[in-house]
């Protein structure tokens, strides 16, 4: 069982940055796909990011994209979500996810791990 942590969230004003951390322990993340998601208040909770296992594939929704970078360090057994030019539509809670196959996929329903989330907020 793989255990997921993340960090990096916080306070900060539109055209801001913010790197957050998903930190994996229990098991190696190396061969997991890893998936950032996001939950505003009332709203559904919707991917931002995902990584396949090798790293090689990437996948960003228009809403993130070229804003939003994924990138992973498997010797640290970590991903890392950098946001760049955040705007207050971004405020929400991240959570990181991992599902075992490695496809770092769309939906909520392939991740079976997940942590309990960093707020970010956005100021404007």
């Known amino acids: 069982q793989v255990q997921l942590v993340e960090s990096g969230g916080g306070l900060v004003q539109a055209g801001g940055s913010l790197r957050l951390s998903c930190a994996a322990s229990?098991?190696?993340?190396?061969?997991?796909?890893v998936g950032w998601f996001r939950q505003a208040p009332g709203k559904e909770r919707e991917i931002v990011a995902a990584i396949t296992w090798s790293g090689i594939s990437t996948y960003y929704p228009d809403s993130v994209k070229g804003r939003f970078t994924i990138t992973r360090d498997n010797a640290k057994n970590t991903v890392y979500l950098q946001m760049n030019s955040l705007k207050p539509e971004d405020t929400a809670v991240y959570y990181c996810a991992a599902d075992r196959w490695g496809v770092g996929g769309r939906r909520r329903q392939e991740y079976e791990h997940w942590g309990q989330g960093t707020q970010v907020t956005v100021s404007s």
């Open positions: 229990g098991r190696t993340l190396s061969n997991y796909g």
